[in-house]
């Protein structure tokens, strides 16, 4: 018992030395050119075609965005012929399938990323001023 009480002091001292503000986070907001968001959007989009198939009837459903990443994605699934919703109306009574996506950087390069309920897509990208070019293959996830 003796010695279960320095532990126990010690654990007291030490759980006092948490942070609340998420200690070493150094995550800082995603700012590409409106080029670069739009020839990554464009590559994204297609390369969801490709795996979902041809738009058809199918509508998506994305979060409001305005970023220039958010409304490059938009536009692109739409010059796909998908309709694009922000709420749970699709066209004609279809249930619309969800789609998240997000952009990050590090170290010099651009994660994008594009999920359905039953896909990931993922590639990172060089971004200049100019535009994007993918530095890595596609990663493609199916979800049963």
Excluded: F
Excluded at 17 to 22: A, I, M, N, R, T
Excluded at 28 to 42: D, E, L, M, N, V
Excluded at 81 to 103: C, E, H, M, N
Excluded at 116 to 124: D, K, Y
Aim: hydrophobic content about 40%; some cysteine; proline content about 4%.
């Amino acid at each position: 018992m003796c010695r279960l009480i320095p532990y126990i002091l010690t654990s007291v001292l030490l759980s006092g030395c948490q942070s609340l503000d998420g200690g070493l986070s150094t995550a800082r907001p995603t700012t590409i050119s409106a080029r670069a968001a739009g020839a990554i959007a464009g590559d994204m989009a297609s390369r969801l075609t490709e795996q979902i198939g041809a738009a058809g009837t199918t509508a998506l459903k994305m979060s409001e965005g305005s970023s220039d990443y958010a409304v490059a994605l938009k536009a692109a699934l739409k010059g796909w012929g998908y309709t694009v919703v922000a709420d749970q109306k699709g066209g004609k009574g279809a249930r619309p399938v969800d789609l998240a996506y997000s952009i990050d950087t590090m170290d010099d390069q651009v994660l994008a990323r594009i999920s359905t309920p039953s896909i990931w897509l993922s590639r990172a990208y060089t971004a200049t001023e100019a535009g994007a070019t993918p530095t890595t293959p596609l990663s493609i996830m199916h979800l049963n």
